[in-house]
């Protein structure tokens, strides 16, 4: 099989499921692991589509969420790096808005070394993960279900969220541009975190470098609106200068 035949035939198959694995691309096509590895790699610097960790997902698009399955799979090293420094910022006796974002996630593990903190969240695994991992107090906010991000969303959980005050919240994003605009994918992700930061003291951006000069359709807020940006490497210099003009404390 041919080069260019072969990534017909890889875009195919991601196409039709979405996300799928270097393994079961090798076995479905017949050749090596090595091979496959190759070929998405240089696929994904053709912008065909995202290699993600373990495999290769759709180029994400604009308006739509990405699914939990290719979040959780990308950039996990960075994820990990960027929940130890945030750990840091966490107090006992704490109230923390945790968005649904599985970079928010990677913070739980260092909720488990505290006694007293109350969780706020409206992510299902988010929710799930703190019940399994910690001892500590934890609200889910109730409403419709969005399948893909295991999540919920609407006016419900809106008012929920606007009832109550939190001393953290800590959000990611799909992506931030190189003026400051903190962006999302759609318009029901959007409005939870504009009303978790609203209602939070001190507000905390966990974003991992890739990231980094992506906008969206919609804009959360601005860098001049949150407190801290985490993020696992040095980001441009007109993020860096945004910041301090912000007055945004940027950790790396």
Not at 67 to 81: D, G, H, T, V, W
Not at 96 to 109: N, Y
Request: with cysteine.
């Amino acid at each position: 099989m041919i080069i260019e035949e072969r990534y017909s035939k890889i875009l195919e198959i991601v196409k039709e499921k979405t996300w799928t694995s270097f393994d079961y691309l090798a076995k479905t096509l017949f050749v090596s692991e090595s091979t496959i590895r190759r070929d998405i790699e240089a696929m994904s610097e053709k912008g065909m589509l995202v290699k993600i960790h373990g495999g290769a997902s759709i180029i994400e698009p604009k308006t739509q969420e990405s699914s939990i399955y290719i979040r959780e799979n990308k950039c996990q090293k960075e994820k990990k790096y960027i929940s130890s420094l945030a750990s840091k910022l966490i107090k006992e006796g704490m109230s923390i808005f945790l968005d649904a974002s599985t970079s928010s996630t990677h913070l739980i593990p260092y909720l488990a070394n505290h006694n007293s903190i109350t969780v706020v969240t409206n992510g299902i695994d988010t929710a799930l993960q703190v019940i399994n991992k910690t001892n500590l107090e934890i609200f889910l906010a109730g409403g419709q279900i969005l399948r893909k991000t295991n999540s919920t969303y609407g006016p419900d959980v809106i008012s929920f969220i606007n009832n109550i005050t939190c001393d953290l919240v800590f959000f990611s994003c799909k992506g931030l541009s190189s003026d400051g605009k903190i962006t999302e994918a759609n318009n029901e992700t959007k409005a939870i975190k504009t009303a978790m930061i609203r209602n939070a003291k001190t507000k905390v951006l966990l974003i991992d470098s890739s990231k980094f000069n992506k906008r969206f359709m919609l804009t959360t807020c601005e860098l001049k609106d949150i407190d801290y940006i985490i993020t696992d490497k040095m980001p441009s210099e007109e993020i860096i200068k945004i910041c301090k003009e912000s007055n945004t404390t940027l950790l790396y």
